[in-house]
């Protein structure tokens, strides 16, 4: 089962590379002097593309599991599964900012 859950944290972190480059954009657009609301709408679309191909991703590699999983796990899955995902983006959200401090700091 690891290389299927591999194979899907792959993909995640590109979705997640381009959410933060998407990110980036409209952070820059919106420090702008004269932010240009025709470009903040279009980003927020392509945003809006990358969290529902997150979403479908994160279904898709749940609904793939659980074909490998007996009922009673896949039970204990679906009820941990919120709580590790709060605690990975804890711990990606850290390593993300310890990173921007590191490259604001060279």
Known sequence: MLPIIAGYDEREVVIGSQQRCIIRTLRAELDAQRP???RIATTLDHLMVIR???HALRQERIEDVRK???PVQQAKL???LPRLERDLARVIGSIAADCEG???SD
């Open 36 to 38: 240009n609301e025709s």
């Open 68 to 70: 490998h999983l007996a």
């Open 52 to 54: 529902r191909r997150r």
């Open 78 to 80: 679906l009820l941990m």
């Open 102 to 104: 590191a490259s604001s």
